[in-house]
T-cell receptor
Framework: TQLLEQSPQFLSIQEGENLTVYCNSSSVFSSLQWYRQEPGEGPVLLVTVVTGGEVKKLKRLTFQFGDARKDSSLHITAAQPGDTGLYLCAGLLYNAGNMLTFGGGTRLMVKP | NAGVTQTPKFQVLKTGQSMTLQCAQDMNHNSMYWYRQDPGMGLRLIYYSASEGTTDKGEVPNGYNVSRLNKREFSLRLESAAPSQTSVYFC??????????????????FGPGTRLTVL
């Protein structure tokens, strides 16, 4: 069992639909990051959330950090084919110093 | 700025062979990391180096060794490759040597990856 559980693992939707990806844990994180990874490339950071209850928006992407800092969600409005990729959440535990803990990832495909 | 670079991009080894994966960053970052990525597992930390001259084990260090050659370079060595080490390997770097109060200093920047197959 992973410390950070992402759901769903796979998601295939039509262009224009909305979707939400979840990242859950029983542990408390000092911060949580969301990355997007495209085939053949390394992950690229999208956002970092730090405060419990925090909401950040990046164009059509909305990120929320849970009040208890144990979970996070990523909501995409009106998905486009360019949103296709692997979405990864990663948390920094309070006593982990340098080490990020990654979730298993959500593979999103947006069909035109 | 090239960011984080990795060589080689692809490699095929036979069981028992050795090789070194190279990583370099030009962002003057303090911390560097080696991860492996397997389907459905996300990224798992192999080793990291919080600053030049220090290295520490991550979640899955067995079968690997690392060297922080200088502030720019962090290499990963497989002494005797096994099929279980077939994976995609990513190097990453971060500005802060430890947890920083500044969000930007905690962000990790990744290289393009090395796809390794061990037969």
């Amino acid at each position: 069992t992973q410390l950070l559980e992402q759901s769903p693992q796979f998601l295939s939707i039509q262009e224009g639909e909305n979707l939400t990806v979840y990242c859950n844990s029983s542990s408390v994180f000092s911060s949580l990051q969301w990355y997007r990874q495209e085939p053949g490339e390394g992950p690229v950071l999208l956002v970092t959330v730090v405060t419990g209850g925090e909401v950040k928006k990046l164009k059509r992407l909305t990120f929320q950090f849970g009040d208890a800092r144990k979970d996070s969600s990523l909501h995409i409005t009106a998905a486009q084919p360019g949103d296709t990729g692997l979405y990864l959440c990663a948390g920094l535990l309070y006593n982990a110093g340098n080490m990020l803990t990654f979730g298993g990832g959500t593979r999103l495909m947006v069909k035109p | 700025n090239a960011g984080v670079t990795q060589t080689p991009k692809f490699q095929v080894l036979k069981t028992g062979q050795s090789m070194t994966l190279q990583c370099a960053q030009d962002m003057n970052h303090n911390s560097m990391y080696w991860y492996r990525q397997d389907p459905g597992m996300g990224l798992r930390l192999i080793y990291y180096s919080a600053s030049e001259g220090t290295t520490d084990k991550g979640e899955v260090p067995n079968g690997y060794n690392v060297s922080r050659l200088n502030k720019r370079e962090f290499s990963l060595r497989l002494e005797s490759a096994a099929p279980s080490q077939t994976s995609v390997y990513f190097c990453a770097s971060r500005k802060a040597p430890g947890t920083s109060g500044r969000i930007r200093d905690n962000e990790q920047f990744f290289g393009p990856g090395t796809r390794l197959t061990v037969l």
